[in-house]
Every structure is written in structure tokens, then in C-alpha cells.
């Protein structure tokens, strides 16, 4: 190695690039100019998108299990008939800490963490857009999700509901600083979010490999667009409208008051207007997981990729028109009833023709039961019946029963659980060996996907009837007189089972990752980028970047895969292309370790949280803010200015 | 055979709902409103059904069926033929799909037509919802107001328009076997027509979340013929008999005395209260703390004794009163026919 760098001195001003070296000097530069260095500096300064989407998804998992265990708590109450083991107030903060936990600080983060991860490999880059934002992301995510699950140890949890509707929440109704805690974990999650949903437009418009149009992108990379496109318009709704309620809590504004002009509707138009999208936040990449897993398990493309993909379009843009099936109990005009009700129906049609296309390519393909198949099947077989449940709801008159009952926590079980959650877990088996180098246990797998399947269902399937017969939601006890004692008992002890699932999952990734097979680069002989490179990929990603002339890369050049040259492999460069074709442009550099998003989602956390206490704190934690962006953005002397 | 499975499927599940109980259901329709939406929810099930059956089925068919022989572990070559074929049987699925959303959508659109189609109604109700029971005004005839709470008569076969607002947070009016359900939102007053089919007693619960108790906000809705209902509306019109044994007038001057008054109006008395319930004819309801205990002595002292471990957060406070007088109160309360 030291022979090549006496080599190409002479050549340093102007940069090494990586045309003609061996793959074993390549791989000393490469490695150097990437590196993350070693302690606690370095865990705080990276910005790996692998590691940071590590983090993501491994934090996201432990906020699962805090809201899993709420949700057992909870039907240890609900196992019996006015049963005196949870009281209201504590059913109340478990129930909201579920829901807030599950969208807010596992759904969503989970969902963006996968495509932290898998976006840049997919496109054959070296990391993502805005590396340092990417990890400031993460912290602001971490603080505000630590925040709200501290602030519930100090008896202190959100009560209001994962929805926070005002007046209950409100100034008058809200108790102390519970819905305070909840509106500001909401800003923290919402500013990381907004963070991904850039990063993720941007590497994907900008980064994809020489040659890979917009029509040979892997559908997930698709899927991970239309995702951040929703953040994107979604996310600001509920900003705005969690930091009214604080101003109206903290400060006496009155956005929420009907006695001084405000009105409580405004409140639930702002939220379900994001809160809507937020639900295809979640399920949009992970029909993007569905259409990446087949492929390799039936080894053939999936069939329809257009209509995958205007499918995918179709349901963000569709996403945004029908918040109002949220609010028909309000009582609307009928006009507005009927054009909700159709724009509601109508979102069945793309998730329709999805289902329709995977049946059509596992019909024309080869299929081999591995685990992430099995959760593929295990999702459609689940989610067809949440779809079919949310056309019953989108019905105003039908929605008018069902509406607040059971009936909409199993419909909504069965479109996050088995449209968004078993694609997941087919994710997590199906990408586990890229991220660790090791296969997940195939036993365990599949008596992990078993008991989750049928737990699953027991679980929520029977809620289904308790919502027909009139039981209610958010309520912490029920009389012996409904006769909903038999079902909710058998429900209790089902979802043990369901627990036991996810038990099985964890017991699986920490045996597997000491004793499982070693995966190789491609176990599933797989089609995409992703695959091309080492497992666990190296910190650059790829040795040279490889050029694109075909959908499924890895199968039409089965040998060799064509690379192209050029990027400087002494300082952090990425390439950058045109956004229909990926015509290489420049040369970009890209964001070396830093301290500074460490340092600035601190300060911006600080002051989110001193700011449930004290207005002042929005003006005096500012200057902390400013002093770490400015710290961040200080201009650095990148090399190739000397050119 | 597809269809036969379908028909076992669908009349597996009639069987297992109409085995559950008849208390606060959906699918024990005795009004307009009700009948009509159990008809939507009954299309809408057996539609889901047949689609989920035949998803289910194509998606077991294109796991099982037989293949000719292709290399294990190799990617397939595409048949274009092959390809076409599935291109049209995809189309047929999506346009059945639209075709099947259109009927829904129409079907959905001629129900709720019918039911705001309701109106005519003989006279009003304004309901307020209250952290966490529900009061009632009649508005009759001009004459004066009926006020009580957490239980309503209404005569059946008539349209009765029910006004519903809220005193604080959002509540919702939901009594299943009658129609669907309707929020009550403060500075948002609004109205629905209830038509009752059969006489009986319908319960009816808070459907949005409210705060601590609202697992108990429920109600009750008596339903009886004309004559009967102008019975109870006479009697309700009708201040509080004063008591009329020792015991019972005790209990009233404990009732003015303690503080009760200063929250509860018992009409014929001082007690105005304008917080919590009218207990002018307390006696003659059903139940107790919207519908959480039954209107029995025992319950009535063990209520006025210690709301607060019966009814954790309920706005009604402990007072302290000596046993005798407890038992007092609790006789004149009793009373209050």
C-alpha cells in the first residue's frame, strides 16, 4: 500500500481517484476516508448511514417492546369484567404512551430507519444526502421518544390519547404537564422525521448509480420516495398544530377555545390532515419490503412494475384526501359525507392492483417457503382483511356504529400489524445477514412467524365482534352485564402468544448474531444493489461504484458487475446524477464525522424541553442552537477548492 | 363452489354474532336508523368475505400449483405470453375491484340518505354531555322544561330530534340498538332524529374517549308506548313530594345542610345546584352515576359514602356524613319518585 501512495504523490493536490488501483489499495484509501473512528467520539461523531440506521432500527425495536408491554398490561384490565387491577388514570397514560409509542416513536422511525440503511445501497452510493443531518436526526428522535417515556416514570404520561383531542387536552382539561410532554415529544419526532424525508428525497433523486433511471429503480427505493414525499407534506400539519396547543396551554393563545372565537374542530382537521398520511407513512415502505422480498423467493421480477409504481404515487396522493373519515361522527354536510366515503373506497383500488401484482408474480414464479416469504403470505392473508374492514368504515352510516368501537382498534390492527408489521419482520429475516453478515435462525423463524400469525389473529379478529356488540375503545373497565367477559378473556391470553412471538424473534437475533451461518455476499441470490457488496457492507459502501443497465442488476450480469471510475478516494465524494436518467454531473463531496449534530440536538433538545416549562426558553435556547449550527455549518477547507 | 364456501362462511359468522348478548349492540337494531346501517354492515360483510376468499384462494393456488421444470435457484426467463395473460387477468381483478367500490359507495350514499331522511319530529330533547354523565331537557310543549339525566323516556314510533352539546371535552351520544352515533362538541351544538320500533330499555354509552371515567359514562333510553310516556311526563313535571316519614325528612335536612345542595337541584326545595345531576325524581331512574350502579339502597349509600373508589375521578367529592346520616339521606333520595 505504501507503495502506491509514493506512487500517486505527486498526484495529491489534485486528489487520488480510484481509476486503475487494485482492489487492495482501493479498499486502504476507501476505508481511511470513511472510517468512523474508534470510542465514545467516534459513536457520538459518525455519520455511517449504516450505523445511524442501525441505531434507528434497533431503538425503534425497544420502543415496540415499551408499547407491546403497555398493550399487555392493558389486557391483563381488560381480561375480566370490572376488574380493579389497572385504575383509569393509569389505563389512560398506558393506552396514549401505546399509540403515541407505536406511531410516533416505532412506526415511523423504524420505516425511516430501514430506509436510511437500505436506499444508498440500493442505489450503489456511499452514504446519504446530508450525512450530519442524518445524524442529528437521529438524536433529536432519541431525545424526544427518551422525554416522554421518562416523563411516564414521574407519573407524568400523555392521558389524552395518541390523538390528544382538545378540550381534553387543552388548557382546562389537560391534567399538569401531561399533554405538554406529548405535544413537545411530537415536535422532536416530527423535526427528525422532516430530516429523513429530505435526506431520503435527495439521495434518491441525486445519488442513484451511472445508468439507473428512474424506471430501473428497485420498487422499495420507490416506496422510500413516496414516504418521504408524505413526511414531507404531512408532518408540517401536525407541527403546527401541537405547537398551537402548547401556545394555547403555555402562553393563553386560544387557537382551541370555542368561548373566545377558536374552535375544537380546527384541532381534529389539523391532526387526521396529518394523521392520515401518517398511517401510508408506515404501510408505503413496507409494500416496498413485499416487492423487494419476492423477487428473490420466487426468482422472478415482480410482475407489474409500472403499476407497482403509480400504485405507490397513487396512494400518497390519494393519502392526503381523506382525513375526514376520521371525523364522521362530528356530523358533516352530506355532500361532504359522500365525497369523503368515495375518496376513502377509492384508496383501494392502487392497494388493490398491489396485491393483484404480487399474486401474479409469485403465480409466475418459483416459490421457495423461506421465513421472509412466509411473512409476505402472512401479510397479504392479514391485510386483505384490514383493507376490507376500512372500506366498511369508509361508509359514513357504517362508520356511524362502528366508529370509537373494537371494531376500529382490530380494523386498524390488521391495516398497521399485518399491512405494515409482518412485511417488517420479512424485512428484518430477509436483510438481517446485509447488516450483520449472519442468517437469522430458520427454526426459530419459522415458529417466530407461527405464533405471531396466529396470535396475531386471535388476538384481533374476535375484536372485531366486541365492536359490534357496542364495547367501546379507551375504556379501562367494561360491566358484567355486556357479556364481553368470554371474548376479551379469550383475547388477553391470546395475545400472550402473540408476545411470545416477539419473544422469539429477540431470542433469534442475539443467538444468531454470535452463532448464525455466515450469510456471504448474496444467501438470497437476490437482484438488487444491495447484494453486490460485502456482508456486513464495508463503511464505503462499494470499491467502485457500479453502473446500472438494467432492473435487476445482479441477475442480468451475473459474472461481473460494470463499474464506473473517477471519485476521489482520499476525501469523502459521492457521485451525483441527473434525476430522470442518473447521468453522472459531479463530483459531490460528501460530510465528514462531526461532533457538532451531537451537540446540536442536544441544545435543541434542551430547549424543546425547558420549553414545557417556560415560554422564555424558545428565545434563551436559541443562542445554544445557533452556537452548535454555526459550530456544524463552519466552513471547511475541502481540498478540492485547491485544486 | 367458491360461492358455497362463501355462504358457509358468512353463515358461520351469523351464528357466532347472534349468539352474543342483546345488551348496547349493533346488531340488535330496534330503531330506524339502526336497522337500516345492520342491512350496510351485513352487504359489506358478505362482500369482504367473497373477496377474501377468493384472494386467499389465488394466492394458495399460485403458492401450490404445479410447475414444469425449471432450474432451482436460477432466475426464471419470462414468458411474454405468459406475462400477457397475467397483464389481463390483473385488469379484470382491478375492474371488478372498481365495480364492487361503486355498489358499496352507492349503497352507503342511499343509507345515509334514508336516515337524514328521518324528520317530522313531535318535540326536542337537548342532551349535554357532562364529565361523565349526560343531562336531559325536555322541550315539550311550551309548557315547563322537564330536566333529569343518564336516563331518557321516549314514546315509540314517533321522530324525536335529540340537540346535543357538551359542557366541557367532546363526548359522543351512541345508543347502538337505535342509530348511529353523534359527537357532542362544546361550541358546536348539533342535532340528530331517534325513531324507536319497539318499546324496551336500550343502554347507550360515551363512544369518545373523555377523560378518567369514561368507561362509565353510559345512559339508558326507555322506550314505551304514547300513553305511558305522557304518564312519565306528567309525573317528571311534578316537584319533589316532600317526605313523608322522620327518617326520610332528616335526610333531607342533611341533604340541604351538607353541601349536596350546593351541587344538585332537587326541584320543590332550596337545593339548586347547577353541577351535577336534577335528583327531582332520582327515584324513579334506573340507575345510578350514569348507569355504573343500580338504583338500589345499598348502591345509593355506598355511592353517596365513597364516589371515589366506586368511580375514581368522578367530579362528586366524599362527604362525611355520620351513619344515621347516610342512612337518612339515602331514605329521602329514595323517596324522590
Request: a neutral charge; glycine letters at 10%.
Amino acid at each position: 500500500m505504501s507503495a502506491s501512495e509514493v506512487e500517486l504523490d505527486g498526484e495529491k493536490l489534485k486528489g487520488i481517484r480510484d481509476t486503475g488501483l487494485d482492489d487492495a489499495t482501493l479498499h486502504g484509501y476507501l476505508s481511511k476516508t470513511w472510517k468512523t473512528p474508534d470510542g465514545l467520539y467516534g459513536w457520538l461523531a459518525t455519520v455511517d448511514h449504516k450505523r445511524i440506521a442501525h441505531r434507528y432500527v434497533v431503538t425503534a425495536f425497544l420502543f415496540l417492546v415499551l408499547a407491546g408491554i403497555s398493550a399487555l398490561v392493558m389486557r391483563f384490565q381488560l381480561a375480566s369484567p370490572e376488574a380493579g387491577r389497572v385504575g383509569p388514570d393509569l389505563y389512560n397514560q398506558l393506552f396514549t404512551m401505546h399509540g403515541t409509542t407505536m406511531m410516533f416513536l416505532f412506526a415511523v422511525p423504524m420505516m425511516e430507519g430501514f430506509a436510511i440503511y437500505l436506499v444508498p445501497l440500493m442505489i450503489g452510493s456511499r452514504n446519504v444526502a446530508f450525512p450530519r443531518l442524518n445524524a442529528f436526526s437521529y438524536w433529536v428522535y432519541v431525545s424526544g421518544g427518551l422525554m416522554i417515556w421518562v416523563a411516564f416514570a414521574f407519573n407524568t404520561g400523555a392521558d389524552a390519547g395518541w390523538f390528544s383531542y382538545v378540550p381534553l387536552a387543552g388548557p382546562e382539561y389537560g391534567t399538569g404537564k401531561r399533554p405538554d410532554f406529548w405535544a413537545q415529544m411530537v415536535t422532536y419526532t416530527e423535526v427528525s422525521a422532516l430530516a429523513v424525508a429530505v435526506e431520503i428525497i435527495a439521495t434518491v433523486f441525486k445519488q442513484r448509480a451511472p445508468g439507473m433511471t428512474l424506471d430501473r429503480m428497485p420498487i422499495y427505493v420507490w416506496s422510500a420516495l413516496v414516504m418521504a414525499f408524505i413526511i414531507l407534506f404531512a408532518m408540517p400539519a401536525v407541527m403546527v398544530s401541537s405547537t398551537m396547543l402548547i401556545l394555547d396551554r403555555l402562553v393563553g393563545t386560544q387557537f382551541f377555545n370555542p368561548a373566545s372565537g377558536g374552535d375544537v374542530l380546527l384541532w381534529q382537521h389539523l391532526f387526521w390532515f396529518f394523521g392520515h398520511p401518517e398511517v401510508y407513512i408506515i404501510f408505503i415502505p413496507a409494500t416496498g419490503f413485499v416487492s423487494a422480498i419476492l423477487p428473490a423467493f420466487v426468482r422472478r421480477p415482480v410482475f407489474g412494475y409500472l403499476g407497482i409504481v403509480l400504485s405507490l404515487i397513487g396512494i400518497g396522493l390519494l393519502s392526503f384526501g381523506l382525513w375526514v373519515h376520521h371525523m364522521f361522527a362530528t356530523g358533516l354536510p352530506q355532500l361532504g359525507e359522500s365525497f369523503f366515503t368515495a375518496s376513502s373506497m377509492m384508496i383501494a383500488i392502487p392497494s388493490g392492483i398491489q396485491i393483484f401484482c404480487w399474486i401474479a408474480t409469485i403465480w409466475g414464479g418459483r416459490p421457495a417457503l423461506a421465513v421472509p416469504f412466509l411473512f409476505v403470505l402472512g401479510f397479504i392473508v392479514t391485510f386483505v382483511i384490514g383493507g376490507l374492514t376500512g372500506v366498511m368504515v369508509a361508509s359514513v352510516p357504517l362508520d356511524l356504529q362502528v366508529h370509537d368501537t373494537y371494531f376500529v382498534v382490530a380494523h386498524l390492527h390488521y391495516v398497521l400489524m399485518g399491512g405494515a408489521v409482518f412485511p417488517l419482520l420479512g424485512a428484518v429475516y430477509y436483510w438481517f445477514p446485509k447488516i450483520t453478515g449472519r442468517m437469522l435462525g430458520e427454526q426459530l423463524g419459522k415458529w417466530n412467524f407461527w405464533l405471531v400469525f396466529i396470535g396475531f389473529n386471535a388476538t384481533f379478529f374476535p375484536m372485531h365482534i366486541l365492536g359490534l356488540q357496542g364495547m367501546p375503545r379507551r375504556v379501562y373497565t367494561y360491566p358484567l352485564e355486556s357479556g364481553w367477559g368470554g371474548t376479551n378473556l379469550f383475547v388477553s391470553l391470546c395475545s400472550l402468544a402473540l408476545a411470545a412471538g416477539f419473544g422469539v424473534l429477540f431470542l433469534n437475533v442475539v443467538l444468531s448474531l454470535r452463532r448464525g451461518r455466515l450469510a456471504g455476499d448474496n444467501p438470497w441470490g437476490a437482484s438488487t444493489l444491495e447484494w453486490a457488496t460485502t456482508s456486513p457492507p464495508p463503511s464505503y459502501n462499494f470499491p467502485r461504484i457500479p453502473v446500472v443497465d438494467h432492473r435487476e442488476p445482479l441477475w442480468k450480469n451475473a459474472e461481473v458487475l460494470p463499474v464506473a471510475e473517477g471519485l476521489r478516494i482520499d476525501a469523502r465524494e459521492v457521485m451525483v446524477g441527473t434525476v430522470a436518467d442518473a447521468v453522472p454531473q459531479i463530483r459531490q463531496p460528501s460530510a465528514d464525522n462531526s461532533i457538532w449534530p451531537f451537540l446540536a440536538a442536544i441544545a435543541v433538545g434542551v430547549a424543546f424541553l425547558a420549553s414545557i416549562y417556560t415560554p422564555w426558553a424558545v428565545v434563551w435556547g436559541s443562542l445554544p442552537v445557533a452556537v452548535t449550527f454555526i459550530g456544524w455549518f463552519w466552513p471547511q477547507a475541502i481540498p478540492e477548492d485547491e485544486e | 363452489m367458491d360461492k358455497l364456501r362463501c355462504a358457509g362462511g358468512i353463515g358461520a359468522l351469523a351464528v357466532l354474532l347472534s349468539g352474543c348478548s342483546q345488551w348496547q349492540s349493533a346488531l340488535h337494531p330496534q330503531g330506524g336508523g339502526a336497522r337500516a346501517i345492520l342491512g350496510l354492515i351485513w352487504l359489506f360483510t358478505a362482500v369482504s368475505v367473497v373477496v377474501w376468499v377468493l384472494v386467499v384462494m389465488a394466492l394458495a393456488m399460485a403458492v401450490l400449483h404445479r410447475r414444469r421444470g425449471q432450474q432451482a435457484g436460477e432466475p426464471l426467463v419470462m414468458d411474454r405470453r405468459r406475462e400477457q395473460n397475467f397483464f389481463r387477468v390483473v385488469v379484470t381483478a382491478v375492474a371488478v375491484t372498481v365495480a364492487v367500490l361503486v355498489g358499496l359507495t352507492f349503497a352507503s350514499f342511499l343509507t345515509g340518505k334514508s336516515n337524514a331522511a328521518l324528520n317530522g319530529e313531535a318535540f326536542t330533547i337537548h342532551l349535554t354531555g357532562h364529565q361523565w354523565w349526560w343531562e336531559a331537557r325536555y322541550q315539550l310543549d311550551g309548557q315547563s322544561d322537564i330536566v333529569t339525566a343518564n336516563e331518557i323516556h321516549l314514546p315509540v314510533d314517533l321522530p324525536i330530534r335529540v340537540e346535543l352539546d357538551s359542557a366541557d371535552v367532546i363526548h359522543s351520544f351512541w345508543v347502538p340498538s337505535l342509530a348511529g352515533k353523534r359527537d357532542l362538541i362544546p361550541g358546536r351544538p348539533s342535532a340528530i332524529t331517534l325513531l324507536v320500533e319497539k318499546a324496551g330499555t336500550y343502554r347507550g354509552q360515551c363512544a369518545e374517549f373523555c377523560g378518567y371515567q369514561h368507561a362509565h359514562m353510559a345512559m339508558t333510553v326507555v322506550a314505551e308506548s304514547r300513553s305511558a310516556f305522557d304518564t312519565w311526563v306528567a309525573r317528571q313535571r311534578l316537584d319533589a313530594l316532600p317526605p313523608k316519614v322522620d327518617e326520610a325528612r332528616r335526610g333531607q335536612a342533611a341533604f340541604l345542610g351538607t353541601g349536596c345542595a350546593l351541587c344538585h337541584t332537587i326541584r320543590g326545595t332550596p337545593a339548586a345546584g347547577a353541577v351535577g345531576p336534577d335528583l327531582t325524581h332520582l327515584a324513579s331512574r334506573g340507575s345510578l352515576a350514569a348507569d355504573t350502579l343500580p338504583l338500589t339502597r345499598g348502591a345509593l349509600a355506598a355511592w353517596i359514602a365513597d364516589p371515589q373508589s366506586i368511580k375514581p375521578g368522578a367530579r362528586m367529592p366524599s362527604i362525611a356524613l355520620s351513619a344515621d346520616d347516610l342512612n337518612a339521606v339515602v331514605a329521602y333520595l329514595e323517596g324522590l319518585q
